[in-house]
């Protein structure tokens, strides 16, 4: 069983995603990597893939890894010479030669091309990037907004709204805050914050709703709305993020503990993994668990005031049985056990890469 740990992306993950994950011919990157060594059979590219990828490369870079400087400014020039669109937004979908096949504007893509520009820092002037991510989401901020609160889900608008840009977005408001200082991004993660303690978080059950209408109420399936434990874990750690910049906020505290509890309750399955999605009534929706969810618990466990070395140990496993010594992964495990053996995607290296150097930086 791997250790979940910065050894494994140092001498397996981030080796084989410079080395396979990079179509160096066309100047992008793969959406994944086929688990028996064929490669990339997916006919086209995404937005959040590029974005991603530059984030795990700049964090690649930072850590000495030969040749993960040339892959981010691979990604920052297909966002500028493909990705960007005249209107200031970013085309969603391409083919292979980087022709867009799908220009919806995504407000989920928006937020990690601002995380990418952040990030890339580690590479770029900050100097250099500072206009793009400003100019980005003062763009966000005026093409995306919401007469409810909050933002739209795409351009054009669709339904259902939901949490999970928000939460991304708040992410990429404090990435910016911290590469570019000044005093708009962390406005934009105060006013996310706000959003997500007043509109989003649901008071009477300690839960995230993932899915929402025009006016934030809740989507149902009969009475029940659908809950994700991995995002309670990823917002309990930006809400901590958050008041490390902006001060510490007692009613943000309360609700970090109850986004926790909840998952404490009911998010863990039997064979000892976060599960899926759940009911807000703590049922079990999709008992299975992606590779997501895991690595989300993993840095939410680190975070914890007095964590329980069993409940941590717990965690690393459910992570470190989907790994793989050859630096990819099993993207999900269904709830009798059996791994997925379908390609490993290219998106996942950012929750992989991410999580791990939280828990490096965040000792128990």
């Not at 020039?77 to 493909?82: D, G, I, M, N, Y």
């Not at 105060?190 to 995230?208: E, K, M, N, V, Y």
Request: hydrophobic share 45%; proline share 6%.
């Amino acid at each position: 069983m791997l250790n979940p740990s910065l050894p494994w992306l140092l001498g397996a993950a981030w080796p084989r995603w410079l080395a396979d994950g990079i179509d160096r011919e066309r100047g992008s990157f793969f959406e994944a990597l086929a688990l028996d060594g064929s490669g990339c059979t997916a006919g086209f590219r995404r937005l959040r893939v590029a974005a991603r990828q530059i984030f795990v490369f700049s964090a690649a870079h930072r850590h000495g890894v030969p040749g993960a400087a040339e892959a981010v400014r691979i990604g920052l020039r297909f966002l500028e010479a493909h990705a960007a669109q005249a209107d200031g937004g970013y085309a969603w979908r391409f083919d292979l030669d980087h022709r867009v096949i799908d220009a919806t504007r995504d407000l989920y893509d928006h937020a990690f091309v601002l995380l990418a520009l952040s990030s890339a820092t580690s590479v770029v002037p900050a100097a250099e990037l500072r206009p793009r991510a400003e100019a980005l989401l003062a763009w966000i901020t005026q093409e995306f907004a919401h007469a409810s609160g909050g933002f739209v889900e795409s351009l054009p608008p669709a339904l259902p709204r939901r949490q999970n840009p928000h939460m991304h977005l708040l992410e990429a408001a404090l990435a910016a805050h911290e590469a570019f200082g000044g005093s708009n991004f962390l406005a934009a993660a105060r006013t996310l914050a706000d959003l997500f303690q007043g509109r989003i978080f649901d008071d009477a059950t300690g839960s995230i709703p993932e899915f929402f209408d025009e006016d934030w109420k809740p989507e149902r399936r009969g009475r029940v709305f659908l809950v994700e434990p991995g995002h309670h874990c990823e917002w309990a750690w930006l809400l901590d993020w958050y008041q490390r910049l902006a001060g510490a906020d007692a009613r943000l505290q309360s609700i970090s503990e109850r986004l926790m509890d909840f998952v404490d309750r009911y998010g863990i399955g039997p064979n000892l993994h976060l599960v899926d999605v759940l009911g807000s009534d703590g049922s079990v929706i999709e008992a299975g668990a992606r590779l997501w969810p895991q690595t989300e618990w993993l840095r939410a466990e680190h975070l914890r005031a007095n964590p329980d070395p069993a409940r941590l140990a717990m965690a690393v496993r459910s992570l470190a049985t989907l790994l793989r010594p050859d630096g990819l992964w099993h993207e999900r495990r269904a709830a009798d056990g059996t791994l997925w053996q379908g390609p490993a995607p290219a998106s996942s290296l950012y929750h992989l890469t991410g999580a791990i150097l939280f828990t490096e930086q965040t000792p128990p």
